[in-house]
T-cell receptor, first 116, second 116 residues
Framework: AQSVTQLGSHVSVSEGALVLLRCNYS??????LFWYVQYPNQGLQLLLK??????LVKGINGFEAEFKKSETSFHLTKPSAHMSDAAEYFC??????????????FGKGTLLTVNP | DTGVSQDPRHKITKRGQNVTFRCDPI?????LYWYRQTLGQGPEFLTY????????KSRLLSDRFSAERPKGSFSTLEIQRTEQGDSAMYLC??????????????FGPGTRLTVL
């Protein structure tokens, strides 16, 4: 069974500082990986996805993530935080085995706070 | 592309009552998903449809829950005899199945259910 672990339920950074949100996955086969962002009382918006092409994936709003198979990680980064980045971020994995490539398994999320 | 819409956005009900939620996917998306998100957790998969066929139901979906997608367009999720443990955000997502690769799921704003 696949799983996702997001280290740190709450990350706080200063405006302009580096954002690093950690995600480790467990999957029996190379997975597809996603980062979603959720603003209060809203649904999830896709930031970026990894689908076995380039290991460094660029997304919207200046975010990017790097797939590292040896570390089973897919950490999300942004060089300079903006106040509008304050939200909850979810890492998700889609298993590519057994025809189950429709079901997303999510981590518990990381709440990002940006301080002025 | 008007996005995934859900109705209602909020629902407060008394324990034992039945509730029904509606999801309108992005037009021409052939896959539709339901997830449940409780406080402090990531979304959990409930069920999914390809066109009008319901192809998988999670064990989280007890017999009090039923979902339909008539004619492969909008979908409804009904909860009978609601319990306080059903209080959660119910998220709908849709995607376009293309080939063998995984498709990107686009989420609606969710329906927040509170059972008193």
């Amino acid at each position: 069974a696949q799983s996702v672990t997001q280290l740190g339920s709450h990350v706080s950074v200063s405006e302009g500082a580096l954002v690093l949100l950690r995600c480790n996955y467990s999957s029996s086969v190379p997975p597809y990986l996603f980062w979603y962002v959720q603003y209060p009382n809203q649904g999830l918006q896709l930031l970026l996805k990894y689908t076995s092409a380039a290991t460094l994936v660029k997304g919207i709003n200046g975010f990017e993530a790097e797939f590292k198979k040896s570390e089973t990680s897919f950490h999300l980064t942004k060089p300079s935080a903006h106040m509008s980045d304050a939200a909850e971020y979810f890492c998700a994995v889609s298993d590519q085995s057994g025809g189950s490539n429709y079901k997303l398994t999510f981590g518990k999320g990381t709440l990002l706070t940006v301080n002025p | 592309d008007t996005g995934v819409s859900q109705d209602p956005r909020h629902k407060i009900t008394k324990r034992g009552q039945n509730v029904t939620f509606r999801c309108d996917p992005i037009s021409e998306h052939n896959r539709l998903y339901w997830y449940r998100q409780t406080l402090g957790q990531g979304p959990e998969f409930l069920t999914y449809f390809q066109n009008e066929a319901q192809l998988e139901k999670s064990r989280l979906l007890s017999d009090r829950f039923s979902a339909e997608r008539p004619k492969g367009s909008f979908s409804t999720l009904e909860i009978q005899r609601t319990e306080q443990g059903d209080s959660a955000m119910y998220l709908c997502a849709s995607s376009l199945r293309q080939g063998a690769s995984t498709d990107t799921q686009y989420f609606g704003p969710g329906t927040r259910l509170t059972v008193l």
